[in-house]
């Protein structure tokens, strides 16, 4: 039975891909805390990390909001790149975002009544 659910064995991205985003995240998470003090040295961790994260996980439009985040004073402290990353890898989209592929249904995009399988036309 499918009720639309994405199981993780159907999700866009192998396991190398989900441990590799993951893997740099954390990784970018942490020096952004230790590197607090240094906005400048932050900044250009912030530009690798969404660099890579776009080359692993195939150019999320979601990274740029974080990115824009990380910049501001005081959010490299919060892992964003982390929950990011693991919101991406797992669920294959950020929770709330509508549907996987793309934007949510359109009017124009629902079936007409005579496509309906069992349904005779109308007469």
């Given at each position: ?41 932050v ?38 790149w ?10 294959g ?31």
């Open positions: 039975m499918d009720d639309g659910a994405k199981t993780l064995t159907s999700m866009p991205y192998t396991w190398p891909q989900r441990i590799a985003a993951i893997a740099i995240a954390v990784i970018s998470d942490i020096l952004n805390a230790a590197f607090t003090w240094a906005p400048p040295i900044i250009g961790i912030d530009i690798i990390t969404a660099a890579l994260l776009w080359l692993v996980l195939g150019r999320p439009m979601v990274l740029l909001p974080v990115f824009v985040a990380e910049a501001l004073p005081g959010m490299s402290l919060v892992p964003l982390t929950l990011v990353a693991a919101g991406l890898a797992f669920l989209r950020i929770p709330g975002r509508g549907r996987v592929g793309g934007s949510p249904t359109s009017p124009h995009e629902r079936p007409s009544p005579t496509a309906l399988p069992g349904r005779d036309p109308p007469r």
